[in-house]
């Protein structure tokens, strides 16, 4: 089973330009996720995706970010116009539902995640 | 607000030297706290959930433990390639799916 992908795995641009980051989440994977990783700080949520709807984009920094899943199955993360503290590495991840055992306790699917794109902003 | 603050931030061992990483939490309910490993150029990969205090998991040389206010993850008879980053996440009450992560531990295994 192919994990999830993201493209490109570098980008490197100039402050004002327009970037479009692209991940592929696990097939049969409704949730999908995509964080932010600034160097020497934690990883850090942006939006949360359950199939083509954004369940919760509290993350999002700002409006110059864009995120946009059609159809329920691959996502882009577009940033326009790209900043200097825009830069950094940005993971996509996604999971499976919600389910509840027999014994009644309920598991949040574990996460999966890509490989990150590595975005620096000149 | 949610924090994790993970301990030590860097970590070298030689080979066959057990230890343990830490990764203190405060959630507001906890739903579950994570453990990662992470590679150089490479996304995290799960390692461990833990529900409950006193729970604890197992994989090949790491053991993961939780108590209420923290976890450890040990290392027994650690390998080089064991080396990478682990990160440790906490995913708060409320019926968000979001986790709070550490900023990790970098461990390196020399042999």
């Known amino acids: 089973e192919a994990g999830v992908t993201q493209f490109p795995s570098h980008s490197v641009i100039e402050k004002g330009q327009t970037v479009t980051l692209r991940c592929d989440p696990i097939?049969?994977?409704?949730?999908l996720y995509w964080y932010r990783r600034v160097m020497g700080k934690e990883i850090k949520f942006l939006l949360h995706?359950?199939?083509?709807?954004?369940?919760?984009e509290s993350g999002m920094p700002n409006n110059r970010f864009l995120a946009e899943r059609t159809g329920g199955t691959y996502s882009t993360l577009k940033v326009q116009p790209a900043e200097l503290e825009d830069s950094g590495v940005y993971f996509c991840?996604?999971?499976?539902?919600?389910?509840?055992?027999?014994?009644?306790?309920?598991?949040?699917?574990?996460?999966?995640f890509g490989p990150g794109t590595r975005l620096t902003v000149l | 607000e949610d924090q994790v603050t993970q301990s030590p931030e860097a970590l070298r061992l030689q080979e066959g030297e057990s230890s343990s990483l830490n990764c203190s939490y405060t959630v507001s309910g906890l739903r579950g706290l994570f453990w990662y490993r992470q590679d150089p150029g490479k996304g995290p990969e799960f390692l461990f959930t833990?529900?409950?205090a006193g729970e604890e998991k197992e994989k090949e040389r790491l053991k993961a433990t939780l108590t209420k206010k923290e976890s450890f993850l040990h290392i027994t008879a650690p390998k080089p390639e064991d080396s990478a980053t682990y990160l440790c996440?906490?995913?708060?009450?409320?019926?968000?799916?979001?986790?709070?992560f550490g900023r990790g531990t970098s461990l390196i295994v020399h042999p």
């Open positions: 991840a996604s999971s499976q539902d919600p389910y509840t055992s027999g014994r009644g306790r309920t598991y949040r699917n574990e996460q999966f």
């Open positions: 097939s049969g994977h409704d949730n």
């Open positions: 995706f359950v199939k083509e709807s954004k369940q919760d």
């Open positions: 996440a906490v995913r708060a009450s409320g019926g968000s799916y979001i986790p709070t």
């Open positions: 833990l529900y409950s």
